[in-house]
């Protein structure tokens, strides 16, 4: 008989549950013939979201000189672009040899780990987390440790928590700004407050900022670089995919500032990793210089009466006249992440209560320990489909909610 052929152990710890079993079972009752509503990935593009008609433009425009294979860093005219970003925006000193461009965000969360992690480092990730990041650090073999974001405070870090989990293991602090899932954004003093601690415990910093354009109200968006200094090392990851609705270009890059002289090993590794895939999908380096550089359409979508804000504030309202359902206001993002009060809806696992929520009123949603948060009693909702929809939404979800309150 043939041997089983099994996944490496190396995965037996990684997670990624935004496309996991639940999705698995959506796609299973698509297959039968009912149409869910997904709501468990935040890819604007099939909610009637377009790009900014230049950046498609240019892509098209540069089809046919980009067949070949570019410098694994990344085409001169993205990299200089998102240097002069970083540039204009207080980060006086990013040169293009401090950029590197990858397939969006994700790659370069991966390749990054894989460069920097050995087996065992400590990383310290929040709960919630975008799970990428969780299942990264353990891809690397390295351990994420999960520091708590407080729900009674906005979400926001809980910075005597992350000192009480640093041992002399930890290597690196973790800070997705504006959050997802919670859609928290940092203040100056939470984001100095990280870099303090990275500061003084001798640790690189790993900024995720892929929401900074999608900020609502008076949410102020602040780049942690720009506190770190020349003695902090800190990796600031961004891309195209949200604020430019181009998720399926895969498009986003890293910038690296800090005190490079220390970190040249690292960096040598990672151009190894980068050099090892070639290159980022060069159609879609293209369009970063016209991004950056060009009008910037998601201004429109993020003031009262834009798609961005709309939708948000109504799921946050909607979600809120739920009985025993509470959520934060989303102040960034394109997310929601409300609580259900366990004393009304007694959930034990959560990924069951998604399957079940899926199969009675056909929306797809994603569990709370999906984003590594501590208890079962959460769940994301993307907030991407028009007012409408997502008011019908809402409204199933309160109608299931209602059958199974006790
Ligand atoms: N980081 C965060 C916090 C995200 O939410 C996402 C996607 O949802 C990514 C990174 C990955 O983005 P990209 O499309 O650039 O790979």
Request: proline share 5%; glycine share 8%.
């Amino acid at each position: 008989m043939a041997r089983q052929i099994r996944q490496s152990q190396r995965l037996r710890d990684v997670r990624y549950d935004v496309r996991g079993p639940i999705l698995v079972e959506a796609e299973r009752l698509e297959a039968q013939g009912h149409r869910i509503l997904k709501l468990n990935i935040g890819n604007p593009a099939p909610f009637g979201f377009d790009a900014p008609s230049a950046i498609l433009h240019n892509v098209v425009e540069n089809i046919s000189t980009s067949q070949g294979y570019s410098d694994a860093r990344g085409i001169m005219s993205a990299r200089t672009a998102v240097a002069q970003y970083y540039q204009t925006r207080g980060l006086k000193s990013v040169d293009v040899g401090d950029i590197l461009i990858g397939n969006g965000v994700s790659e370069l969360i991966t390749m990054v780990l894989q460069a920097f992690v050995d087996i065992g480092n400590e990383i310290l990730v929040p709960a919630p987390d975008y799970p990428l990041w969780t299942g990264a650090v353990s891809l690397a073999g390295g351990i994420p440790v999960h520091y708590r974001c407080d729900e009674s405070n906005g979400w926001n870090p809980d910075l005597a928590d992350i000192e009480s989990k640093i041992t002399p293991n930890t290597h690196a602090l973790v800070l997705i700004n504006p959050n997802n899932p919670t859609g928290a954004v940092y203040s100056e003093d939470i984001v100095r407050g990280f870099v303090d601690i990275a500061r003084r415990h001798d640790l690189v910093l790993m900024s995720d900022e892929i929401y900074e354009k999608i900020l609502f109200d008076d949410a102020v968006h602040h780049h942690t670089a720009t506190f770190a200094g020349d003695d902090v090392l800190c990796l600031t990851f961004s891309g195209l995919s949200k604020a430019y609705r181009v998720c399926g270009y895969r498009s986003g890059w890293v910038a690296v500032t800090g005190p490079q002289h220390v970190a040249s090993d690292f960096l040598e590794g990672l151009r190894l990793l980068a050099n090892m895939r070639m290159c980022a999908n060069v159609p879609a380096q293209h369009a970063i210089q016209t991004a950056l550089g060009g009008y910037q359409s998601i201004d429109e979508l993020i003031v009262p009466g834009g798609r961005f804000y709309e939708q948000s504030m109504t799921a946050w309202r909607l979600l809120n006249e739920i009985p025993g359902v509470s959520c934060v206001k989303p102040q960034g993002a394109l997310y929601c992440f409300p609580r259900l009060d366990p004393e009304m809806y007694p959930i034990v696992d959560d990924q069951q209560f998604v399957i079940d929520l899926l199969h009675a009123e056909k929306i797809l949603v994603t569990h709370g320990t999906g984003f590594n948060w501590f208890d079962p009693d959460h769940f994301r909702l993307v907030t991407l489909p028009d007012v409408a929809t997502l008011t019908e939404a809402i409204g199933r979800i309160s109608r299931y909610l209602a059958h199974i309150r006790v």
